[in-house]
């Protein structure tokens, strides 16, 4: 059960960046996010209203403090993106979201069958090798052009979003099931908390959030994202409380795959031949695990 769970939650964490990523092209990732969080705060209102369970202040406030992590994990890694090249940037944040929960879940006792823990670690290699990009002479010069500080370096930050992206899943784990999906609701309320904060600075700096977003389609595809990435919050929590953390957390980190093979149909991106091996081993690691 876990492992379907965890499976369509990365399906749907896999086309909600997709969804995403298509229209921070015609706009920002903070406009995209303005439209994505408030739908997705509205599904799983609807989701946690009709399916029981009580809001309770202390699992609704790991939830919170779950949306948070996860809000600044996505600002993290975007401006990660900025700093370093893509090629760097997606498998340390990828790793790094799968690797923590993985230690947490062993330090807290849980022990995997020699088959599924052979499968997690292909997942974990499965999950850097497609999350791989061709790092181009423009994204490189992102990464080293003009005085950067160290502490805003882009590997560095793609490690701090990973490890906000980790901390997301652990803490959800943490809320427990007890309430229904009010803790989900909570952690929407984190991102919401976030969103708001940037948006509050940029504007005391001035600079704004960029152009806004126009036309139906981009809309539409915006609120699409945000629907599908609160579906996925909803599957990781129901999978992370029917089974082990370690498990539900790597197998959901195994979303880029299904961006990359999104874009692959989409825009006809060619897949590098270290993200057809990725593909490769993510499938006899699923395998593994199912079989386990």
Known sequence: ??????????LAYGVADFLGGTVTRGSTAIRA??????????????????????????????????????????????RALARGPMSVVAPVSALAAAVLPVAVGVA????????????VL???????LVSMEAGGEEEAGAGTGGRRRPLDSGPLMAGV????????FILLKQAGDGTGLWP???????????????????????TGAGPRLSGRT?????????????????????????????LAAVLTSLYPAITVLLARVAYSER?????RVGMAVAVAGVALVTVG
């Open 184 to 206: 989900i609701v909570g952690a929407r309320l984190g991102n919401v908390a976030i969103v708001a904060v940037v948006l509050l600075v940029l504007a005391v700096r001035g």
């Open 161 to 168: 979003s990973g490890t906000c992206f980790g901390v997301f």
């Open 122 to 128: 292909l997942c974990l290699v499965a999950i850097g």
């Open 271 to 275: 897949l590098r031949a270290v993200q």
């Open 33 to 78: 996010l303005t439209w994505c969080v408030p739908i997705g705060l509205a599904v799983v209102l609807v989701s946690a209203l009709l399916t029981g369970g009580h809001p309770s202040p202390v699992p609704m406030a790991w939830g919170f403090a779950a949306g948070v992590c996860g809000g600044g994990g996505l600002i993290a890694f975007y």
């Open 218 to 246: 981009l809309i539409v595809l915006a609120l699409l994202s945000g629907s599908l990435d609160a579906g996925a919050n909803v599957l990781y929590f129901i999978a992370v409380h029917s089974g082990m953390l370690s």
């Open 108 to 119: 807290q006792g849980e022990r995997l069958d020699a088959s599924v823990l052979l499968g």
């Open 1 to 10: 059960m876990v492992t379907v769970l965890a499976l369509s939650a990365a």
